[in-house]
């Protein structure tokens, strides 16, 4: 353990996380779909723990991901400082995402905030690989979420990326295609109605996997809730 005030060494970090390890928790994780080959099963909310110890820190998230683990990972993505992120950066950690849940954290906890984030949008959005195509959708969902001030406009340059990649058949990306633009419509009431009436056109276009994407967001978006909500 470091000694009061002192800053956490990615080694006594590391130590910790092993400390913490669960077969148990893994075998869960297996469960839903998150890869478990440098997972040590730690819950989030540990981790989450953990971060508010070690503290904000660019060079130590940076050796935390350098450390392969599954949780580390997460973990820098907490810890690292969203300004002192570069492009460079984005890309490598982006072409390292082997699982869902580590794509989601990152975009969640750091990548949204960064002064990259809109255009990594438009260009991982047209990747191939599962989770880099994936980011893209959630920093979308995720910039929807938390950014209160960016405008209309902004929001509706999404869209056309929505429709071009809602065919696509695979889980983790349709999932996240659905997500951003459940998360686009639920903004105000103008979006809501741009939402609603791609997602009807998505409906319309006779292939299955967008009519999944479109189907399960039409409930949402149409929903007593949200329009309620809306005003």
Known sequence: MPKPGAKMTVDEIVAELRGMESEHNREGMARFGIATEHTLGISVADLRKLA????KDHALARQLWDTGLHEARILASIVDVPAEVTEEQMERWVRDFDSWDLCDQCCGNLFWQTEHAARKVFEWSEREPEFEKRAGFALMAYIAWHDKKAPDDFFLSFLPVIRREA????NFVRK??????????????????????LAQSILDSGDRASRWVASDALRELTSETVRGRLG
């Open 176 to 197: 996240a295609v659905n997500w951003a633009l459940r998360h686009i419509g639920k903004r105000n009431t103008a979006l809501n109605a741009e939402a609603v009436a």
């Open 52 to 55: 508010r110890r070690a503290g």
């Open 167 to 170: 065919s696509d058949r695979r």
